[in-house]
């Protein structure tokens, strides 16, 4: 079974940047499509942004393109979420996920693996 694990998340002022990662179990990073969706309080879970297991494709949600760039370190089994320029609106609880397949899809449902999620608070 993979295993997910967020970090990196806290209370930021909004301008700031912010790295999160996902600690991988072995070979889950370089072998899976990997994504981050994010809640925001009273909201619907939503898409984030995903980058296909042979680091050939990326798909980004509108609301972030310019400002987040997903990453991955195969040694370290990890994957990371570079944030910049943080809005209040990007508070939210951000999960990492992981699915098989080379689709860097946005659809939640095709991720079959999920991290417990980190907290990122923005303030204005």
């Known amino acids: 079974q993979v295993q997910l694990v967020e970090s990196g998340g806290g209370l930021v002022q909004a301008g700031d940047s912010l790295r999160l990662s996902c600690a991988a179990s072995?070979?889950?990073?370089?072998?899976?499509?990997m994504g981050w969706f994010r809640q925001a309080p009273g909201k619907d879970r939503e898409f984030v942004c995903a980058?296909?297991?042979?680091?050939?494709?990326?798909n980004y949600a509108d609301s972030v393109k310019g400002r987040f760039t997903i990453s991955r370190d195969n040694a370290k089994n990890t994957m990371y979420l570079q944030i910049n320029s943080l809005k209040p609106e990007d508070t939210a609880v951000y999960f990492c996920?992981?699915?098989?397949?080379?689709?860097?899809?946005?659809?939640?449902?095709?991720?079959?693996?999920w991290g417990q999620g980190t907290q990122v608070t923005v303030s204005s």
């Open positions: 072995a070979r889950t990073v370089s072998s899976h499509t």
């Open positions: 996920a992981a699915r098989k397949g080379s689709d860097p899809s946005g659809e939640e449902y095709k991720y079959a693996d």
């Open positions: 980058l296909s297991w042979n680091g050939i494709r990326t």
